[in-house]
């Protein structure tokens, strides 16, 4: 069994800075892909940015220049550095990863969630 365990989430002022965490635990071939996604009130889930394995990352357009994904390999986790937070990225920030069990297949885990308020 996989399953990615999140950190990080908070309230936060806006113009301010979190990092997120999300470490992929249990029997692991491989990953394919690691990334984040969020959800705000009423609105549907979306990519905020995705890293595969051996591509440059991708962000959304609304958060260019304001985050950072990055990847640590070794520890199969997933970062977000979100800086100059803004009220709109105030969601529930959901970690993604596609992963390859040891038995071949290819799975696609979600994190629990993580809520991250921009507030002053």
């Known amino acids: 069994q996989v399953y990615l365990v999140e950190s990080g989430g908070g309230l936060v002022q806006p113009g301010g800075s979190l990092r997120l965490s999300c470490a992929a635990s249990g029997i692991i071939s491989g990953i394919n892909f690691m990334g984040w996604y969020r959800q705000a009130p009423g609105k549907q889930r979306e990519l905020v940015a995705g890293k595969p394995t051996g591509v440059s990352a991708n962000y959304a357009d609304s958060v260019k220049g304001r985050f950072t994904i990055s990847r640590d390999s070794a520890w199969n986790t997933v970062y977000l550095q979100m800086n100059g937070l803004k009220s709109e990225d105030t969601a529930v920030y959901y970690c993604?990863?596609?992963?390859?069990?040891?038995?071949?297949?290819?799975?696609?885990?979600w994190g629990q969630g993580t809520m991250v308020t921009v507030s002053s």
């Open positions: 993604k990863a596609v992963v390859i069990t040891l038995n071949s297949q290819v799975l696609e885990v």
